[in-house]
């Protein structure tokens, strides 16, 4: 019974309960106080949970309800060094807060944080009376122009913003994720008014745009993530 090792709730009290006092809690600064080592009883998902909880600038973050959305050992980061950036292997902490999910950079044999990144929710608001409405979209293929429509309570003239973005397309810093990424940004105008709504058309050049599955937003107010959204597959052309 004494080789039993501690449950995973004890580890983790005692994982930040170790780095307390020793470790360096400045997300910018590397290594370890003198003397000090994270302790070796627990697994490393524990360890690092511990050491991001325990980063002052993470806690900036946790003043609202929060929770552990999961630990990614196998993550990277980019970095700053020698003037340059340097892509590394790290351990990704995925803290859920109301407004964001807040990924803690972690190095487990210096026990401290990289970096972190409040990754903004996007959370499409349902559609209300008098709000901008976007029909939705069928597949297509890569070469195809379709047209994209919907209706908004701004008057005619009135100018919309819409995107197309890869349904797996990160904000910065784009050196995180890797690999070609094809969108398209532009405005339209609404037309067409009559008894409180207008309507809106856009036509979509698929020719510009790489096979992916994407999201298109139209709003009129940033952020865009306030509008409304829908997605479609665009795949490439058939064989023969």
Not at 31 to 46: E, F, H, N, T
Not at 104 to 118: E, F, H, K, M, R
């Amino acid at each position: 019974m004494n080789d039993m090792k501690p449950g995973p709730i004890l580890c983790l009290l005692l994982v930040i309960g170790v780095m307390t006092p020793g470790c360096i809690e400045d997300s910018g600064v590397s290594g370890l106080a003198s003397g000090v080592s994270c302790p070796d009883c627990c697994d490393d998902v524990a360890i690092a949970i511990g050491i991001a909880l325990n980063d002052s600038e993470v806690r900036t973050y946790l003043a609202d309800p929060y929770s552990i959305a999961g630990v990614n050992p196998n993550a990277t980061t980019t970095v700053p060094l020698d003037e340059t950036y340097s892509t590394i292997d790290t351990v990704d902490v995925m803290i859920d807060t109301p407004g964001n999910l807040v990924h803690v950079y972690v190095d487990i044999p210096n026990c401290t944080v990289i970096s972190l990144w409040p990754q903004p929710k996007r959370i499409p608001l349902e559609p209300i009376p008098n709000a901008t409405i976007i029909n939705p979209v069928g597949n297509h293929l890569v070469g195809e122009v379709f047209t994209v429509n919907g209706t908004s309570p701004l008057p005619a003239g009135n100018l919309l913003f819409i995107e197309i973005i890869p349904a797996d397309f990160k904000p910065p810093p784009w050196q995180d994720h890797p690999g070609p990424k094809t969108t398209i940004s532009d405005r339209i105008q609404t037309v067409e008014y009559h008894n409180g709504v207008s309507h809106w058309y856009y036509a979509v050049n698929t020719t510009v745009l790489l096979p992916n599955r994407y999201e298109i937003w139209v709003w009129s107010d940033p952020p865009y993530w306030t509008g409304v959204s829908t997605e479609f597959n665009l795949s490439g052309e058939e064989d023969g």
